[in-house]
């Protein structure tokens, strides 16, 4: 995934000021800064949920946002792009079987069978396979957050974003959602863009630190580099505020 100049506006105020971003396969980018800085701005945009007023986006080598449009190539690679959100959005009504199977049955056209066997598979990915007939409301959240993330990845994604997925939860729990994310790395080469305020998760689960500060990408560094040997003064403000 790679995107150019990415401008985006609402109600006048300029959210995204020229933004560019790489991502590659394998590593998590964990992308921090303050609140309305432009992060979860950025992931929208790359999911498809809303167009930038200018810019460009690239995936797979394939230009599917440009000259303020998405491109006929934005289809062929859409189901390769999965997000996750804080909250879950999980049906309450449907079980977990239900959940991951009704996107992939109406986009994909799975059979039922086939279906269920990339449920169980994905559900086995993030350690949630004994739940597979639960409810929603059955599951703590950090299950209910496997789920989710089971679910994005029943549409076979190439690129996963992950919006402020543990900032409700327990530090334990967060972890195990780590794992989740780190194994998916590993085994499946899935890149992962990470937005969160949690610096002590950052720290942990970052290939690449990308620090957002007024619609702009100000430093794009390493971990340590980015936590140990800040020389950004808004990177180092930042983080000394919201440390561990």
């Known amino acids: 995934m790679a995107a150019r100049g990415l401008e985006k ?14 991502m590659q396969a394998g590593d998590i980018t964990v992308i921090i800064g ?3 800085s432009g992060k979860s701005t950025l992931l929208r945009a790359l999911a498809g949920l809303t167009d930038p007023d200018d810019g460009q986006i690239a995936f797979d080598g394939k230009i599917v946002f440009a000259e303020k449009k998405r491109t006929r190539e934005w289809n062929t690679v ?11 959005t ?3 009504h449907m079980n977990v079987l239900e959940n991951l199977t009704l996107a992939p ?16 598979a994905a559900l086995a990915e993030v350690g949630m396979a004994q739940h597979i007939l639960s409810r929603p409301t059955q ?33 334990p729990v967060a972890a195990e959602v ?15 863009a990470l937005v969160t305020h949690d610096m002590a998760f950052a720290s ?25 040997n800040c020389d950004n003064p808004d990177l180092k403000k930042f983080v000394d505020a919201v440390r561990f």
């Open 90 to 92: 999980l049906w309450p």
């Open 139 to 171: 599951l703590s959240g950090g299950e209910r957050q496997r789920v989710a993330i089971a679910r994005a990845l029943m549409m076979k994604p190439k690129l996963l974003l992950c919006d402020e997925i543990t900032s409700a939860l327990d530090p």
């Open 204 to 228: 942990k689960a970052a290939d690449r630190v990308v620090f957002f500060h007024n619609g702009e990408i100000a430093v794009n560094t390493t971990p340590e580099n980015a936590f140990e």
């Open 178 to 192: 780590l794992d989740v994310l780190r194994r998916l790395k590993e085994e499946e080469g899935i890149a992962v």
């Open 105 to 120: 049955k109406k986009k994909l056209g799975l059979k039922p069978a086939e279906a269920r066997d990339r449920a169980e």
């Open 34 to 36: 303050k609140s309305g």
């Open 9 to 22: 506006s609402f109600h006048g105020r300029l959210i995204l000021k020229g933004v560019d971003f790489d």
């Open 78 to 88: 859409r189901s390769e792009v999965g997000m996750v959100f804080q909250s879950y």
